[in-house]
T-cell receptor
Framework: AQKITQTQPGMFVQEKEAVTLDCTYD???????LFWYKQPSSGEMIFLIY??????QNATEGRYSLNFQKARKSANLVISASQLGDSAMYFC??????????FGAGTRLTVKP | NAGVTQTPKFQVLKTGQSMTLQCAQD?????MSWYRQDPGMGLRLIHY???????DQGEVPNGYNVSRSTTEDFPLRLLSAAPSQTSVYFC???????????????FGEGSWLTVV
C-alpha cells in the first residue's frame, strides 16, 4: 500500500511568491517522522526539514516550513519567497520506528522569473 | 568529513554482466541502505542494514545482493545485470532507526547505471 502520496507531479510559482507542496501519508504508528528532501537537476538528495509526530509546533528551517496536520495525515511543505534556485524535485518521506524511510513520487517545482 | 561516498558515478553494463556499487560512510552510522530511483517513481528501497553483519530486504530486492562486514561499508552487487536495472542508485546512511523515527537519512551523490 502506498504510504506517501504527493498528488502534484509539477508546480509552477512566480519568483518571490510562496508555494505549498502537498504530502499525505498513511501509518498506524503513533510515533513517526516526516521529512522533505530537495533534488536539484544535479541529482543529489538534500535534506530540508523534519517533523516528528509528537511535535506540537510546525517545523521551520529558514524559508521552509512544514504545515503538519496530524488528524488529516498531511505534511505539506511551504516555501516562502521562492528563488530561482528552488527549482527542483521535492520528495516527502516518512520514517517509522524500526523501519526504513519511504518516499513519495515527488513534485517538480519550477520557479518562474 | 566526506559523508556518504559511492562509486562509480556512471557505469554502462552489458546484459548478464555483474558489478558492485561501492558505498562508504564516515559518520559512524549504524543504518545504511540502497535505493533506486526510476523516473516518476520516487525512491524505492532495495536492501538495508541496521549494523555490521545484519542485512535485510527492502521493497525491490530481486537481482541484488548486499553484505555489511564493517560499519563503514555497504556494497551493492548486481548478480546478472538486466535492462530493467537501468536506474539511478543511491546509498544512504543514518543513525539507527531502531525505536526512533527522527534520524534523517543522508545520501550519497548517486550512481547512474545503464544496462544495454
Amino acid at each position: 500500500a502506498q504510504k506517501i502520496t504527493q498528488t502534484q507531479p509539477g508546480m509552477f510559482v512566480q519568483e518571490k511568491e510562496a508555494v505549498t507542496l502537498d504530502c499525505t501519508y498513511d501509518t498506524s504508528d503513533q510515533s513517526y517522522g516526516l521529512f522533505w528532501y530537495k533534488q536539484p537537476s544535479s541529482g543529489e538528495m538534500i535534506f530540508l526539514i523534519y517533523q516528528g509526530s509528537y511535535d506540537e509546533q510546525n517545523a521551520t528551517e529558514g524559508r521552509y516550513s512544514l504545515n503538519f496536520q496530524k488528524a488529516r495525515k498531511s505534511a505539506n511543505l511551504v516555501i516562502s519567497a521562492s528563488q530561482l534556485g528552488d527549482s527542483a524535485m521535492y520528495f516527502c518521506a516518512m520514517r517509522e520506528p524500526n523501519n526504513d524511510m519511504r518516499f513519495g513520487a515527488g513534485t517538480r517545482l519550477t520557479v518562474k522569473p | 568529513n566526506a559523508g556518504v561516498t559511492q562509486t562509480p558515478k556512471f557505469q554502462v553494463l552489458k546484459t548478464g554482466q555483474s558489478m558492485t556499487l561501492q558505498c562508504a560512510q564516515d559518520m559512524n552510522h549504524e543504518y545504511m541502505s540502497w535505493y533506486r530511483q526510476d523516473p516518476g517513481m520516487g525512491l524505492r528501497l532495495i536492501h538495508y542494514s541496521v549494523g555490521a553483519g545484519i542485512t535485510d530486504q527492502g521493497e525491490v530486492p530481486n537481482g541484488y545482493n548486499v553484505s555489511r562486514s564493517t560499519t563503514e561499508d555497504f556494497p551493492l552487487r548486481l548478480l546478472s545485470a538486466a535492462p530493467s536495472q537501468t536506474s539511478v542508485y543511491f546509498c544512504a546512511s543514518s543513525f539507527s532507526g531502531q525505536g526512533y523515527s527522527g534520524n534523517t537519512i543522508y545520501f550519497g551523490e548517486g550512481s547512474w547505471l545503464t544496462v544495454v
